[in-house]
């Protein structure tokens, strides 16, 4: 008598069966090979080790929750001089039940080194502390019709971004600058102006005596590094302003015409222009107007022949 044999891999049961059928001699050999004894031996070993396995339980305190760790980094990152322990003192005083070594493990995988090492503010965060006490200045010149080549030279405010252009020539020496520094240090002297930092370059024409001038008054000077514009940003930027919205859309006849010019100029970008380091108000302050309630209507006022609108509204 024939036995056939049943094995089920996912059952946990192996049955032989008695087999009333004769298989036939030719397809003996099929059968032995639907199922190898290696592959029985392993289906069996699997049953064993489902039986009896068992599932583990993960040793040592539970995970920190993702919001918790969220919230020790926010209050890192907006208090650079916190340690990990005044950040945990905190967090219990906002109700969390955390150990000290939590919060500097999850400093630690943050990459964020102690308060020491991070509390120095960074440039960004010094220029924007120091904005209100510092001045810069710059050149940039003008060719006239004629072509003629006129200098400019103009301070601007870092904190209010007024700007004050000081003087046009066509040979600009190191006295004429000296001159034209003091006269400016006079007029910021009568609106209470305090300057506590000086942002130049290295031009030949910002001389010692230029640098003196400044320091008498406590006015520590900054040279920019060479070859570097961005040292003097905003500056540059005033520049790039008064050439896109001013000056390439016109043609200046002479020193006498550009003065003009450039005082107009300067006047709408103090009293009316709007700033976005200013919450879009002008350096000089344009006071608030309360929103329009009905049908407004504005009126425009025209700069240099309508090359400048300023707008206004009329109740």
Same mark, same amino acid.
């Given at each position: 008598?024939?036995?056939?044999?049943?094995?089920?891999?996912?059952?946990?049961?192996?049955?032989?069966e008695p087999s009333v059928v004769e298989i036939p001699?030719?397809?003996?050999?099929?059968?032995?090979?639907?199922?190898?004894?290696?592959?029985?031996?392993?289906w069996h070993a699997d049953l064993v080790k489902r039986r009896w396995t068992f599932p583990r339980r993960r040793s040592g305190r539970p995970r920190t929750e993702v919001?918790? *760790? *969220?919230?020790?980094?926010?209050?890192?990152?907006?208090?650079?001089?916190?340690?990990?322990?005044?950040v945990h003192g905190?967090?219990?005083?906002?109700?969390?039940?955390?150990?000290?070594?939590?919060?500097?493990?999850?400093?630690?995988?943050?990459?964020?080194?102690?308060?020491?090492?991070?509390?120095?503010?960074?440039?960004?965060?010094?220029?924007?502390?120091?904005?209100?006490t510092i001045l810069a200045v710059?050149?940039? %010149?003008?060719?006239?019709?004629?072509?003629r080549r006129l200098y400019v030279l103009f301070f601007i405010e %870092?904190?209010?971004?007024?700007? %004050?252009?000081?003087?046009?020539?066509?040979h600009p020496t190191g006295t004429w600058v000296v001159q034209q520094a003091r006269n400016l240090l006079m007029d910021l002297r009568e609106r209470a102006v305090e300057a506590r930092f000086l942002i130049r370059d290295r031009d030949a024409k910002f001389t010692t005596m230029f640098d003196a001038v400044f320091?008498?008054?406590?006015?520590s000077v900054v040279t920019t590094p060479v070859r570097a514009p961005r040292a003097n940003a905003i500056a540059e930027r005033w520049i790039g302003s008064v050439r896109r919205e001013c000056l390439d859309r016109m043609l200046i006849t002479g020193e006498r015409h550009l003065r003009h010019v450039l005082a107009q100029y300067a006047d709408h970008y103090n009293r009316h222009r709007s700033h976005r380091t200013l919450n879009q108000r002008s350096p000089n302050g344009r006071p608030d107007l309360p929103p329009p309630t009905g049908p407004t209507r504005l009126v425009h006022r025209d700069r240099l022949g309508g090359l400048i609108h300023e707008y206004a509204q009329v109740a």
């Open positions: 008598m024939l036995f056939s044999l049943v094995a089920f891999p996912t059952g946990s049961v192996l049955c032989y001699k030719g397809r003996r050999t099929q059968l032995r090979l639907i199922v190898s004894p290696r592959t029985l031996l392993r919001s918790v *760790r *969220r919230l020790v980094l926010r209050l890192v990152r907006e208090n650079p001089t916190w340690g990990y322990r005044r905190e967090l219990v005083g906002l109700g969390f039940t955390l150990a000290p070594s939590t919060v500097w493990a999850i400093l630690k995988a943050a990459g964020i080194g102690p308060s020491p090492q991070r509390a120095g503010p960074a440039w960004r965060e010094f220029l924007a502390a120091q904005a209100k710059d050149f940039f %010149h003008v060719d006239t019709v004629f072509l %870092h904190g209010t971004r007024r700007v %004050h252009v000081v003087g046009v020539t066509a320091a008498s008054l406590g006015v």
